[in-house]
């Protein structure tokens, strides 16, 4: 063990706070919130730690009341971009050259300001922007991130601390250096956490990062640059920038420097990103890293054995927690005959009975979806099956964007395995039910396994247990995180590193070694205490 980080303090989950009736911690949230919807809140870029504004002023919406303006942020343009590689450039040296302890005390503070002191303003910031519900915020926005902090330090820790063998005479080790140039983060809206981790686990491990957030995420990625600044983030290490995704991603791509890119979001722009890297290869001075967590198609199946409500509950709560725009949220499952009867009587019940509404009101399960073009395409996909004579809407299937961009939590039942929504993302509320023959249990895996081009997340549900070992072989790369008897959402730091392959990443693993290991370029060095003096070997003398 590095003898500067052996006494780091062991990373831990940070408790999640029940917001219940009467507690503190909801009257002090509640006061946020009232607090933060009375200003204007202004965001800046953050170029080598200068506020930067531009002229255009974009305004901040709530998506469950999108006439409300929360405040407003600042586009960037290509000279921005510019701006802000050169920031990072300009701040690499003297943050590789900061001892490890150093930047490893910065984001454990950075833990402790996020869960302490900002910790109602980075639960706020993403309820009011992002239109989550006040537990959906404090898993993700506070705990989440805290646990991203700790766990990538303790991560970090463990990765330098591998070194090689020496032999007698040699001494041999491992230097681990920054990648040599920028690293490009580009964030989804869904996640807070994940938006903070991008940036910041490559910044951990010495880099420099130019991060650019979604439109949609800019309240809270402001209060995590507060954060980032105050837990003593140096100027220039992390610079946040606003451009549209093509402008920004112009003139990175096109960068000598760009040595990597830490990405989450959609499969779609991942791949288009991946072409341009491969077109310009021959521009980078090194083989950039390259790191993506896209989409998902991700599915519940239940075996004949598995108990009624486990399975509704997991439905429930997987397809339909924070509006199912969550990476893992269910959105297909395969239900067997013999359950379907109870199953659909009791999911009706309670998807029928979900409360929907502003995230201000605690009382509500669900918020509103991100924007107009997203509400707009889910939709349109359960207008399509309203029409469509080989589905069938059980539950929900209205939609209302007068005031926010609400969707009620729709389940839709299709007698064709492959209909549309059983294979593509849709990235909302809308979970697709196949029901199949109960003893075809085999078949049902092969459909599970062969029917959408993802491999995210997915769970079984069964109380057989020779079942439950043939799902788990047989679907063996048909998800990165699987489940058993549990929903498939809501993966924890340190507990199920999280991420996907096929068409749903690089599988490096969000909070894991995994993840932090692709941000370092190991540096091997061999010295001599007995440096040889004559070329000729033993075998060559006269007998
Ligand atoms: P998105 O792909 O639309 O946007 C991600 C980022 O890319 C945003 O910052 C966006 O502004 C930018 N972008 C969009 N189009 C671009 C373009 N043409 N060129 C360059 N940049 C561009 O994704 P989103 O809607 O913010 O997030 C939802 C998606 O993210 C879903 O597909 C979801 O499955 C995925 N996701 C995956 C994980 C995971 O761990 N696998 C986690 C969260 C979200």
Redesign the pocket.
């Known amino acids: 063990m590095y003898k500067d980080l052996q006494s780091v303090p062991k990373a831990y989950n940070e408790p999640v706070r029940n917001y219940a009736p009467g507690s503190p911690e909801r009257a002090s949230l509640k006061a946020m919130l009232a607090k933060m919807k009375s200003e204007k809140i202004e965001v800046p870029m953050v170029i080598g730690g200068e506020r930067v504004k531009s002229e255009n002023r974009v305004p901040i919406n709530p998506p469950h009341d999108h006439q409300q303006v929360l405040g407003h942020f600042y586009k960037s343009d290509a000279g921005h971009v510019t701006m802000a590689i050169e920031a990072a450039l300009k701040a690499a040296k003297a943050w590789a050259d900061l001892p490890r302890q150093e930047r490893a005390a910065i984001f454990l503070k950075a833990a402790d300001l996020i869960s302490g002191p900002y910790r109602d303003v980075i639960n706020a910031a993403t309820m009011l922007g992002q239109s989550k519900t006040v537990y959906q915020a404090e898993i993700d926005a506070a705990a989440e991130m805290a646990d991203f902090f700790r766990f990538n330090v303790q991560y970090m820790v463990e990765i330098f601390a591998q070194q090689p063998g020496s032999d007698k005479t040699t001494w041999n080790r491992i230097e681990y250096r920054p990648l040599e140039g920028f690293v490009y983060a580009?964030?989804?809206?869904?996640?807070t956490s994940?938006a903070g981790n991008l940036p910041s686990a490559p910044a951990m491990m010495g880099n420099v990062v130019v991060w650019?957030?979604?439109?949609t995420q800019t309240y809270s990625a402001k209060v995590l640059m507060d954060v980032f600044e105050e837990a003593g983030v140096p100027d220039g290490v992390i610079n946040l920038i606003f451009p549209s995704?093509?402008v920004?991603?112009k003139v990175i791509m096109e960068h000598p420097d760009f040595a990597g890119f830490h990405f989450?979001?959609?499969?779609?722009?991942f791949q288009?990103?991946w072409k341009t890297i491969g077109t310009n290869i021959a521009t980078y001075k090194t083989y950039p890293r390259i790191v993506g967590?896209?989409?998902?198609k991700d599915f519940i199946l239940a075996h004949k054995t598995a108990k009624v409500d486990e399975v509704v509950t997991g439905l429930v709560r997987g397809a339909f927690e924070f509006q199912g725009q969550?990476?893992s949220a269910a959105s297909r499952a395969y239900i067997p005959s013999n359950l379907w009867p109870e199953i659909k009587e009791k999911l009706i019940e309670q998807v029928e009975g979900i409360k929907m509404g502003d995230p201000e009101d605690f009382t509500n399960f669900m918020c509103a979806i991100i924007d107009e073009a997203s509400f707009d395409k889910l939709a349109m996909f359960i207008d399509n099956a309203k029409a469509d004579a080989e589905a069938e809407i059980i539950a929900g299937g209205q939609h209302d964007k007068t005031k926010g961009y609400f969707i009620r939590p729709t389940v839709i039942v299709t007698t064709d395995p492959r209909y549309i929504t059983m294979e593509e993302?849709l990235?909302g509320p809308v979970l697709t039910i196949y029901v199949y023959e109960a003893d075809k249990w085999e078949e049902a895996l092969e459909l599970v396994d062969t029917t959408s081009i993802y491999a995210?997340t997915g769970a079984i549900f069964s109380h057989d247990r020779y079942a439950t070992d043939q799902g788990t072989k047989y679907l063996l790369q048909a998800a990165g995180n699987f489940y058993i008897n549990d929903k498939p959402t809501g993966a924890v730091v340190g507990q199920q590193p999280?991420?996907?392959a096929r068409a749903?990443?690089t599988n490096d693993k969000?909070g894991s070694y995994l993840n932090m290991v692709r941000w370092t370029s190991p540096r091997t060095i061999k010295e001599n205490f007995l440096t040889p003096t004559d070329y000729r070997y033993p075998f060559m003398d006269e007998e």
């Open positions: 580009l964030t989804p809206f869904n996640f994940i650019k957030c979604s439109n995704g093509p920004g991603g989450t979001g959609s499969t779609g722009v288009q990103i967590e896209t989409g998902g969550k990476c993302e990235f995210l999280f991420g996907g749903s990443g969000a």
